[in-house]
């Protein structure tokens, strides 16, 4: 034991040393005696004091021992005293305990005392009617009650607690009486009316149980509209539609009746003036559901809009003076019944008769976050009751839009198409306007009144005279083509050999094209629109029962119809000359001149038609572009065909061939901007069809002004120039030479020994890759044709 308590001490010591760093060697962990000792014996001659620091040390061992001896005293006593503290601190606890206890029975002394005192108070008001009082006191009696929850097993306690339940029942039976006397019930005399005791009454009964409350309400409210029950009976003249506002002017008289009277007498958290207003409304759709069902016959279009009208247009007051805190939340919660700063958000929506607001409503579409008009609670809370008689009001849209687009049919024969020349020409149909203004009169009506199955049937019906108006006023007065009646005559081809123009479009007709186009467009756009806002508008789950997609590809037909008729006209103009170039006996040309007359003939034809074209279709300049690159792709294959027609062409007529294919590439290259004062550079897409395809025929007639001997040399420079493995257009090439049968299939033999060999893994006949010739490459080569032209001239 001593052994240990030595350690403890020696412990201690160690951690003095750690706390209180010794400069003293001995205290080093690292301590060397050899070291040390010759630290203090450095010399011979210091070995003399010997005797002195041998004591000194013998010193400093007994006084290490002493202190050492005085640890270990010390922590001999510490058990001791920490078990008298222990002791100290359990009194102090007891203490703490007993204080706690003392205090809680003190204030539960309290309590029971302002509990028994609140209860024999509560019970004596209650005898008084002494109501302003009471409201205080019994709040106060059920918070001090509720501290006695546990202690209810106690039979005191238990006898207060019941003495409390029946005052309240008392007061909830009191009340109530006093109610029933003020406002006696319909058929009596009404003895009373507001009064403070009936103001306090209500504070009271807010403390009661809520059923109370809500008893006290239930009564007041059948008791102020038992005049209306009886004035609007379903037997009433003035029950039917036709006279509906007197019923919301009678609510709004009853309303400022009871602000005037009654308004202070209710606290205002009880928002007693919406209560009355929503309880007319739930009245007022059960009674109009109710005559309706039973007077459906009468009921026409007109009477039932206006009914519907002023239905939602006094749906829309209430969501300006309440917020609606009744309809959604239980008894007592307050919301301050204050007015919406917005008007009704469906009078936001309303169409003006020229149409202006379209496009308003279509940027709401586009940023519908934006224009979102604030919700109305009340939206529906009467005029729903309508919504099983919207038949009627669907059927007749359905008569009038099948009306309009006749009308449109007849105004369009009577009017006739845009005038070439004016304004009107090549701009949209104004009919189609007028159809999507109403389209969307109709579709904020039918959200108005219904945003489910109405509204699909509303699609349904949209869906239907899109594709009339598809049908009947774009389509329908499309100008017929001479291939639709048949093809080209010989009689055109005569005119055109004569010198006279071939049978076309007038210009007319042009822009009747143009502007059916551009309505196409427009009805395009306006059509996903139209879908996009019929989803903004419908119930979540129909969202996907809208959809338009098919009217929106019937006028993508109608725009790719158009560009088509017009690409055929032009074509058709310009047949007659090719014609007549396949026709000319160019082995006879002696001499290279101007442009021969067939290309003359198809500039004219391009430089009447494309400016009418360009300028009718200014608003829609892509279809243009279309209308421009579908010309040239037809154009083009038919020119090379032509040219494959002409036989035997000597040196002579392959280069006057050659010059009249380079005015025409110059012309083609030049098609969008012919005859306009802006000239805009044609897209690339565009130039590069032009390039490629009038290269190819300059090449052809390359091929032909080469000679054919000899042939090893002909053959590959045709593969070089045309990259074209096809045997047929070989042949058609050796037959523009003149070169007889026999010198062909010489030459068609070695054509295919010459051939490069395909690719392994393909499939198909020989094929060519060759690169399109770049800018600078066809600059250079024109300047050479235009030099070799003039040397020759």
């Known amino acids: 034991m001593q052994e240990k308590e030595q350690e403890n001490a020696v412990g201690e010591l160690a951690e003095n040393r750690t706390v209180f760093p010794s400069q003293d060697p001995l205290d080093r962990a690292d301590f060397n005696a050899v070291e040390y000792i010759n630290t203090l014996f450095p010399t011979e001659q210091s070995l003399a004091n010997i005797d002195d620091v041998v004591n000194k040390i013998r010193l400093k061992i007994r006084c290490l021992d002493d202190n050492i001896r005085t640890v270990v005293r010390g922590q001999t006593n510490v058990g001791q005293d920490g078990r008298q503290v222990k002791e100290i601190t359990r009194d102090i606890k007891q203490l703490d305990h007993a204080k706690r206890h003392l205090t809680t029975s003190i204030t539960t002394l309290n309590h029971l005392h302002m509990l028994a005192g609140g209860v024999d108070s509560l019970e004596a008001m209650t005898r008084k009617r002494q109501y302003g009082e009471v409201a205080n006191l019994l709040q106060g009696v059920v918070n001090v009650l509720e501290h006695f929850h546990k202690y209810m097993g106690i039979p005191q306690i238990r006898q207060l607690s019941e003495r409390v339940k029946v005052a309240q029942s008392e007061l909830g039976t009191q009340i109530l009486a006093d109610f029933e006397e003020a406002f006696p019930a319909q058929g009596s005399k009404r003895a009373g009316g507001p009064s403070n005791v009936l103001r306090d009454a209500c504070l009271v009964a807010n403390v009661l149980d809520p059923r109370i409350k809500q008893e006290i309400i239930k009564k007041f409210i059948r008791q102020h509209l038992s005049e209306y029950m009886v004035l609007f009976q379903e037997n009433q003249d003035v029950a039917w539609l036709d006279k509906i506002d007197r019923r919301y002017a009678w609510i709004k008289r009853q309303l400022v009746d009871y602000e005037e009277k009654y308004g202070r007498m209710f606290p205002e958290e009880w928002c007693m003036t919406e209560r009355i207003a929503v309880e007319f409304c739930h009245i007022t759709r059960t009674e109009l559901a109710k005559v309706m069902r039973t007077r459906a016959k009468e009921i026409e279009v007109k009477l039932l809009l206006f009914a519907i009208q002023r239905t939602t247009n006094f ?20 919301k301050p019944e204050t007015p919406l700063e917005s008007t009704n958000p469906f009078l936001e929506d309303e169409i003006g008769e020229d149409g202006s607001e379209m496009e308003e ?7 519908p976050k934006k224009h979102k008009a604030p919700d109305n609670p009340f939206h529906g809370i009467i005029s729903k009751c309508f919504e099983s008689h919207l038949y009627v009001y669907i059927e007749s849209q359905d008569k009038n839009l099948g009306e309009m687009i006749d009308r449109f049919v007849s105004d369009f024969r009577a009017q006739g198409p845009p005038k070439a020349g004016t304004e009107d020409g090549g701009a949209v149909l104004p ?18 009144l219904s945003t489910g199955e109405p509204m699909i049937a509303f699609t349904t019906i949209f869906q239907k005279y899109l594709r009339e108006y598809a049908w009947k006023i774009l389509s329908g007065n499309l100008p017929k083509t001479s291939s639709n009646s048949g093809g080209l005559t010989i009689k055109s081809l005569l005119q055109e050999k004569e010198g006279s123009e071939a049978a076309k479009f007038t210009v007319e007709e042009l822009c009747l094209i143009c502007s059916i186009l551009s309505t196409a467009e427009y009805c395009l756009a306006t059509t996903q629109q139209l879908e996009e806002k019929l989803k903004e508008k419908v119930d979540k789950n129909l969202v996907e029962r809208i959809n338009l997609t098919g009217e929106m590809d019937t006028f993508s037909n109608v725009i790719s119809n158009s560009i088509q008729l017009l690409v055929q006209d032009l074509d058709a103009a310009c047949d007659p000359a090719l014609t007549a170039m396949s026709k000319m006996p160019w082995q006879s040309v002696e001499h290279v001149g101007d442009q021969s007359p067939y290309v003359t003939s198809v500039i004219m034809h391009i430089k009447q038609n494309v400016p009418i074209i360009r300028d009718n279709l200014a608003s829609t300049r892509k279809y243009f572009t279309q209308f421009c690159i579908k010309f040239t792709n037809s154009f083009i294959p038919k020119f090379i065909n032509h040219l494959f027609r002409c036989k035997t062409i000597s040196m002579v007529g392959a280069e006057q061939l050659l010059l009249d294919t380079h005015s025409l590439k110059t012309v083609l290259l030049d098609l969008p901007s012919i005859g306009s004062q802006v000239v805009r550079k044609a897209p690339a897409s565009y130039t590069k069809i032009v390039v490629k395809g009038m ?82 490459q066809e600059n250079s080569r024109i300047r050479k044709l235009e030099k070799l032209i003039k040397k020759r001239l």
């Open 695 to 776: 290269t190819r025929a300059e090449m052809i007639l390359k091929v032909v002004m080469a000679p054919h001997e000899p042939s090893v040399v002909f053959v590959d420079n045709y593969i070089k120039l045309l990259a074209d493995g096809n045997p047929e257009t070989f042949q058609k090439t050796l037959d523009m030479k003149g070169l007889k049968r026999s010198e062909q299939s010489s030459m068609l033999e070695l054509f295919r020994q010459r051939l490069p060999t395909p690719p392994s893994g393909t499939d198909g006949g020989p094929s060519l890759s060759f690169s399109t010739p770049t800018p600078e």
């Open 431 to 448: 009919s189609c306007a007028d159809l999507f203004v109403y389209y969307k009169k109709c579709m904020v009506q039918c959200s108005q």
């Open 361 to 367: 409503d279509l940027d709401r579409v586009r940023h």
């Open 315 to 334: 749906e829309g007051l209430l969501a300006k003076r309440f917020s609606g805190c009744t309809l959604t939340d239980g008894p007592g919660v307050k």
